[in-house]
Each structure stands twice: as structure tokens, then as C-alpha cells.
């Protein structure tokens, strides 16, 4: 964290902790307010209710929601109500939502749901191993303008 502070870094993402390192989130807690880092965290639906209302009261810069089991796995769940249902854990903390997001409708599917942002991933970078040089840059181009219109699209 003091690397990362100096760094010039705002907010530190720790994927694991919550799944594989909880006994560590007070550590966690602890290192990010020593070192003027905002802690931000990653849930899953699967997560109990009272511990997703307590990340709340920590106030963190985001919440990022893993909408699938893994990344570019699709699962037969409603993405719809699981992030309608973890807005209303979260409140006025941001909720990102990713894993499998890789498509300007699942974008705009997720922000009418109520996410206030999305995170992709796998997806550019699938692209950027399929294309290569000046027609992977295009296409690359393409495909994020795509996307950002998806966000910049939708009316509340």
C-alpha cells in the first residue's frame, strides 16, 4: 500500500480478499487508511447480505460486483435482478458490475438494471489476441466506441 501510495494510486482492488483472505480485511482496512488508499471491493451474489451492507459503512471508492461463476462464463442466471438487488445492499456506493460483460447490449442491460459502471476485461483482450497491427487497432477502436456508447447512450 505504501508503494502503491506513493505511486500516486487512489484506491486499491484486492479480488481475493473477501473470498479466500476475510481474515485479513481488517489488515486490508487498516493498510489502506495508513497509506491515504481507498479500499474498493469484489462480491458476488453468492455473498451473505450483512457483510455487503458492513463493506458499505467502510465506505469504499466501489463495490465490484463478479455477475458470473468466471470470466466469460455464462451462467443461466438473471443479471437483471441480481444488480437491481445488490444496488439496494450498496446504496450511494458505486457498484460496478463485470465477468462476461463483453457486449454493448449486456452494458446497456446492466446500467438500466441500476450498476453504475461496468468492467471488462476479457473481452478486449481476446481481441487483442485475435487482431493484430493496424487492423487489431481498428478494430480495438471500433469495439471500445461501442461500448462507450452504451453507457453514454442510455437515459435515465
Given at each position: 500500500?505504501?508503494?502503491?501510495s ?6 486499491v482492488l ?7 483472505y476475510?481474515n485479513?480485511?481488517d489488515?486490508y ?7 491515504g ?6 462480491i458476488t451474489?453468492?455473498?451473505p447480505?450483512?457483510l455487503i ?12 460486483l ?19 438487488i ?7 456506493t458505486?457498484?460496478l ?13 446492466c446500467?438500466?438494471?441500476?450498476a ?7 473481452a ?27 453507457l453514454?447512450g442510455?437515459?435515465c
Amino acid at each position: 500500500m505504501e508503494k502503491a501510495s506513493i505511486a500516486g494510486i487512489s484506491c486499491v482492488l484486492f479480488p481475493d480478499l473477501l473470498i479466500d483472505y476475510i481474515n485479513s480485511l481488517d489488515v486490508y482496512i487498516k493498510l489502506c487508511e495508513k497509506y491515504g488508499v481507498e479500499p474498493a471491493f469484489f462480491i458476488t451474489s453468492c455473498f451473505p447480505h450483512r457483510l455487503i451492507s458492513k463493506l458499505t459503512k467502510i465506505d469504499p471508492a466501489f463495490i465490484y460486483l463478479g455477475l458470473m461463476a468466471s470470466t466469460g462464463i455464462l451462467l443461466p442466471i438473471t443479471t437483471s435482478k441480481t444488480i437491481r438487488i445488490m444496488k439496494g445492499l450498496v446504496g450511494d456506493t458505486p457498484l460496478l458490475a463485470g465477468f462476461a460483460i463483453s457486449t454493448p447490449q449486456q452494458i446497456s442491460n446492466c446500467i438500466k438494471a441500476g450498476a453504475d459502471g461496468v468492467i471488462i476485461g476479457s473481452a478486449l483482450l481476446r481481441l487483442l489476441e485475435m487482431e493484430q497491427g493496424e487492423n487489431g487497432a481498428t478494430k480495438l477502436k471500433s469495439f471500445i466506441l461501442s461500448l462507450k456508447e452504451a453507457l453514454t447512450g442510455w437515459q435515465c
